[in-house]
Nanobody, 118 residues
Framework: QVQLAESGGRGVQAGDSLRLSCKAS????????MGWFRQAPGKDREFLAA???????VYGDSVKGRFTISRDNAKNTSYLQMNSLKPDDTAIYYC????????????WGQGTQVTVSS
């Protein structure tokens, strides 16, 4: 069983930076692809970024160049560095994990709220 716990969400001003963390409770963390998603009120869940065990990354178009995903396998933790935040970035941010070479994301955290004020 994989348990994920996000942290770091809070209220910030437009233009600020914020780093979210996702701690995973699993023995084989390095074998999982880690991802970040968000969901704003009234909108569908949006893919933001994913990082593979090789450290290769994939980003959603809306955050390319502003957000950076990383992982520390020794700490079982994934990070999402968010720069130049905008009010449109206000959402609940979720961490997710999936085994390598699978299409779906079976493991999710409970989310952390990020609010960006203008």
């Amino acid at each position: 069983q994989v348990q994920l716990a996000e942290s770091g969400g809070r209220g910030v001003q437009a233009g600020d930076s914020l780093r979210l963390s996702c701690k995973a409770s699993v023995r084989t963390f390095s074998l999982y692809v880690m991802g970040w998603f968000r969901q704003a009120p009234g909108k569908d869940r949006e893919f933001l970024a994913a990082i593979y065990n090789t450290a290769s990354t994939v980003y959603g178009d809306s955050v390319k160049g502003r957000f950076t995903i990383s992982r520390d396998n020794a700490k079982n933790t994934s990070y999402l560095q968010m720069n130049s935040l905008k009010p449109d970035d206000t959402a609940i941010y979720y961490c997710a994990a999936k085994p390598f070479r699978t299409d779906t994301w079976p493991h999710w955290g409970q989310g952390t709220q990020v609010t960006v004020s203008s």
